[in-house]
């Protein structure tokens, strides 16, 4: 393997990797600004184990001391979780002045999807992805998050995206780049909290089987770009629409009296969020990602199964 002179590979993703096991990439910005000390840590270690008792090697990823890291040490998820909104937010824009630096960064999807690519590593779990902000009209307001699923050839999995986003725009965007939406056992996009949202995926799949067929097929076809994978939470852990959706009004309306704005007002929605709904939301985030993990190990496992 021919690595990046910036990147360091845990020697249990490096070992994995060379004997073609399977291998997920994890992001660190659920962990510093997406939950909440000390559940952050917990929930990171813990989707380790679903990773690993699934068949596949965990490849938590961040920016520690200036290296980029694809395999956190439990004490580096410890620090990024401990650490919280004290470590950067990390896009693709930041990377290069971290790296200068020798700072911390926690990683986003779109700078998990890089850092996983340089690695090696095409499969990636997380909770939701960034999209297309409500009023983006007016603000501008997308996240490079779908710009990375344009280009980089990672397939990431997700619970689908937050009513805090524009779910309608943000199909439009993807659509626009040329990025598949594929719903897991489902027609319909998931909105991350609840199984529907009433938008309708490109592709419906039921297997990883066939998510590693298609998305196999699409790396050997060569033209770039990732897909994304959009996996309902269970039943028994979604939540009333109605009472999700009036925290999450309740959120935008304050974020947009306070001014917040730029990359602080995702992580200003989750944590709104969770406080409106008394905790709640936090708990469904968590066993989604725990969801979402279990998928996208057992199809890293296919994918190298069809080598
Ligand atoms: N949405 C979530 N949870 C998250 C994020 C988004 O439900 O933790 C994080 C992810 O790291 C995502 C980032 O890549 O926020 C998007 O930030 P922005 O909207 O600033 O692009
Ligand atoms: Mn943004």
Redo the contacts with the bound molecule.
């Keep these: 393997m021919d690595l990046n002179k910036y990147l360091d590979l845990s020697p249990e993703v490096a070992q994995a990797l060379k004997e073609h096991r399977p291998v997920v990439a994890l992001?660190s910005?659920?962990i510093s600004?997406?939950m909440p000390y000390p559940q952050n840590v917990e929930t990171a270690l813990k989707v380790e184990q679903i990773v690993r008792d699934n068949g596949a090697v965990p490849a938590t990823i961040a920016v520690i001391g200036g290296r980029l890291k694809a395999g956190c040490t439990p004490a580096e998820i410890e620090h990024l979780g401990k650490a919280g909104a004290g470590v950067a937010k990390a896009?693709r824009r930041d990377l290069a002045v971290l790296v200068a630096r020798g700072a911390d960064g926690a990683t986003?999807?779109?700078t998990t999807m890089i850092i996983a690519h340089m690695a090696g590593i095409r499969v990636f779990a997380?909770?939701?992805?960034?999209g297309v902000h409500r009023g983006a009209q007016q603000t501008f307001d997308i996240?490079?998050?779908l710009e990375e699923l344009a280009h980089t050839p990672v397939m990431v999995v997700c619970a689908g995206a937050?009513s805090i986003l524009d779910l309608g725009l943000t199909l439009e965007y993807l659509e626009t780049h040329g990025v598949p939406v594929i719903g897991y056992g489902t027609e319909e996009l998931p909105a991350?909290y609840t199984r529907k949202s009433g938008f309708g995926v490109d592709y419906r799949m039921d297997s990883p089987e066939e998510l590693a067929a298609a998305f196999r097929t699409s790396l050997e076809l060569g033209f770039g770009g990732g897909m994304l994978v959009t996996n309902p939470i269970p039943e028994e852990f979604s939540m009333d629409p109605a009472v999700i959706n009036r925290a999450i009004d309740a959120a935008v309306a304050e974020a947009e009296e306070q001014g917040v704005h730029g990359?602080a007002?995702?992580p200003f929605l989750?944590a709104r969020v969770k406080e409106l709904t008394g905790g709640d939301s936090l708990d469904s985030n968590i066993q989604l990602v725990f969801n979402n993990a279990r998928l996208a190990a057992r199809t890293a496992a296919a994918l190298e199964a069809l080598r």
Aim: hydrophobic share 30%.
């Design positions: 992001e910005t659920i600004h997406g896009s986003t999807v779109t997380t909770g939701g992805i960034g996240s490079a998050d937050k991350f990359k007002i995702t989750l």
